[in-house]
């Protein structure tokens, strides 16, 4: 295991993840290595160097410990172990140690809302009332018919409560009925789950995204969710036939109580210089995402999933990220932007709805890395792939084939990375992999893409190399212009330095007057607008970046 400095690289720059690009990386879907048909450990550190190229600043690699793979990898039932899907813990060591070498910072998930019910804690927990794990988890007793204790329910659909016979009563799980919720109302359970972050930062990672963190509280008197308006619900995951959009999550999460906790952990992690993203999953992400990341005594950044809808406009991304703006307090509040992720379409398909244009995932990159913000970029978006298309007998999410064909599951967004155009695995596996390689995804390898310098990757790579030389786009203030659709403009200022950007949020050319003189910048990638004077001619989905007076 590496030895920690006293001073190490997780503390030099100080607040260095403020406006970083992080590169999230799905193991199962990156690089096979060992010709099993699934990405490992190895096959990450063997393509570091891609990442590194790109210009990012950090990786962030979703869950590789120990897991029966129900939900693949988010039901943990070993905390600090590698799963042999993986590969092991020198495995994990040598990739930590090469993307220091490279200069990209590591972070890594944490699920500790919730574990496997193959987890020793729990397996423990419900064999009876009295076992030393008993109250680890959430038990609640049946309602007199034998019903559940209230009316929760499941984010995958159904019921959150599922019957445990041995110990006659009902457990809690937010997810699937192999995701048992760990009972953070009980102190043994807070300080267990802490010790599990600081295992990893004794292993040199230097930060984590944290899975479903406003999960970890439940309403100790179990009352029961108000229905939902019509219209108030805003998570991408809910579907019209999916009753958990049907409720407002009053009690069931976002509760008080995980502000304490969310301290306490900010505590452990300023110990190691080590930062935080929290995912937040509800209704007023905006307004959480803010709480949770204020006064600079919780979480480092939040994410959510506003941006993560159908709706593609200036006005859908303006009015987000202003709503967030206004909620956040001064020494705080700190947002972490994406448009796509392992749970989403991807971004060029939702967004995009059957464009086949290279210029409109460059347009989505130049938006997403000037919002005032850190951002996140999904393995696959610097090659600008479509989402794949997975027939009904290939799928293996639960959740996609519990809800087919209304909703399609997440396999689609998951596929194997293509690193070449070599059909019929694009050097992705010598075998069959878990996942269907998409045919449409081979001719946007990385092997096409990188010898080209006008190709998506191309342009991801001169962008974040561009955009690291401007303060203004990284940590400066932001401001929007009031615009018609389909024009997004901003104005970013940091010191001296003020940037204008515009962006034509369409595949038609426009015109825009520019509300001051602005010198056109060189260097970002896209494709020239035509200035005279103040008129600003935009192509399809095109952008301009101007200096300011």
């Known amino acids: 295991m590496p030895v920690r400095d006293a001073v190490d690289h997780r503390t030099s720059g100080a607040e260095w993840w403020r406006g970083a690009a992080i590169y999230q990386i799905y193991p199962r879907s990156f690089q096979d290595t060992n010709g099993d048909g699934i990405g490992d450990l190895p096959g990450i550190t063997a393509h570091l160097p891609h990442v590194a190229d790109l210009g990012v600043d950090a990786i962030w690699i979703s869950p590789f410990f120990t897991s029966p793979m129900r939900d693949f990898g988010y039901d943990v039932s070993n905390y600090r172990d590698v799963d042999p899907t993986f590969g092991t813990l020198a495995d994990f060591d040598r990739l930590v140690g090469e993307a220091h070498r490279l200069g990209l910072k590591v972070l890594i998930d944490q699920v500790l809302s919730h574990s496997s019910d193959q987890h020793a804690w729990f397996k423990e927990s419900r ?35 599922t019957w445990e016979p041995r110990r006659r009563q009902y457990y809690l799980h937010n997810f699937l009925e192999s995701q048992p919720d760990l009972n953070f109302h009980h102190e043994p359970v807070q300080a267990q789950m802490l010790e599990e972050v600081r295992f990893w930062m004794e292993r040199g990672v230097d930060g984590f995204r944290f899975d479903a963190c406003n999960f970890h509280f439940h309403d100790q008197k179990l009352r029961n969710n108000p229905a939902a308006r019509p219209g108030s619900v805003e998570l991408t995951s809910v579907k019209e036939g999916n009753p958990y959009g049907w409720q407002i999550h009053r009690y069931d999460k976002t509760r008080p109580e995980n502000l304490g906790f969310l301290k306490r952990l900010r505590t452990l992690l300023d110990q190691y210089g080590a930062m935080s993203v929290g995912e937040i999953g509800d209704e007023g992400a905006l307004a959480t995402m803010a709480e949770y990341t204020a006064d600079g005594d919780k979480l480092h950044m939040a994410y959510g999933f506003s941006l993560f809808t159908d709706e593609f406009s200036a006005t859908r991304i303006r009015s987000v990220v202003e709503e967030f703006e206004r909620r956040v307090r001064p020494g705080g509040g700190w947002g972490c932007w994406s448009l796509s992720n392992h749970d989403s379409v991807r971004a060029v398909t939702r967004w995009g709805k059957g464009v086949d244009d290279p210029a409109f995932p460059k347009l989505l990159l130049a938006v997403l890395g000037s919002l005032r913000g850190s951002f996140c970029v999904y393995q696959g978006e610097e090659l600008g792939l479509p989402e794949a298309e997975v027939p009904f007998d290939r799928l293996i999410d639960p959740y996609g084939i519990a809800f087919w064909p209304d909703f399609k599951g997440r396999d689609g967004c998951r596929t194997p990375m293509p690193w070449t155009s070599e059909p019929p695995w694009g050097g992705f596996s010598t075998v069959e992999p878990w996942l269907p390689m998409f045919p449409d995804h081979l001719r946007r390898s990385v092997a096409v893409q990188a010898p080209a310098p006008d190709s998506v990757l191309g342009f991801y790579r001169r962008f974040l190399a561009w ?83």
Do not use: M
């Not at 794990?133 to 959150?160: C, I, L, M, R």
């Open 467 to 549: 955009r690291k030389g401007s303060e203004a786009l990284r940590r400066g203030t932001l401001r929007f212009q009031r615009t018609a659709e389909p024009i997004l403009a901003l104005r970013r200022e940091e010191g001296a330095e003020r940037i204008l950007a515009v962006f034509n949020l369409s595949p038609t050319p426009v015109p825009y007057t520019l509300p001051v003189p602005a010198q056109p910048l060189q260097g970002h990638g896209l494709a020239a607008c035509h200035l005279e004077g103040r008129d600003l001619h935009l192509p399809p989905w095109g952008g301009f970046f101007g200096r300011l007076a």
């Open 127 to 161: 064999t009876s009332r009295t076992n030393a794990k008993a109250d680890w988890y959430v038990w609640a007793e049946a309602k007199p018919d034998g019903t559940p204790p209230n009316n929760w329910q499941s984010v995958f659909g159904g019921s959150a409560w």
